[in-house]
């Protein structure tokens, strides 16, 4: 991993520029990164969101054949997760 870019993911600063942050791992990964999430590191009113690249890939495809893509991402851009 790249050390520098873990600490300023850290710092959360993303969040003020309104900015999404998509993390790709391995279960390990996902670990450490849900032990940093439930440590209180991001701002009241901001949650994280765990799902598999499968899921999200499932989700985005059932979606746009219902034809209901862009409100889908419109609404996963909307959501503090």
């Known amino acids: 991993m790249n050390k520098a870019l873990v600490l300023e993911l850290a710092r959360c600063e993303f969040l003020l520029r309104h900015e999404n942050v998509l993390l790709l791992g391995t279960r390990h990964g996902q670990d450490a990164s849900g032990a940093g999430a439930r440590?209180?590191?991001?701002?009241?009113?901001?949650?994280?969101?765990?799902?598999?690249?499968?899921?999200?890939?499932?989700?985005?495809?059932?979606?746009?054949?219902?034809?209901?893509?862009?409100?889908?991402?419109k609404q996963m851009a909307a959501t503090n997760y």
């Open 39 to 73: 440590s209180g590191r991001l701002p009241e009113g901001h949650r994280v969101r765990f799902t598999t690249a499968a899921a999200l890939v499932h989700e985005l495809m059932e979606a746009r054949d219902e034809k209901r893509l862009l409100r889908f991402q």
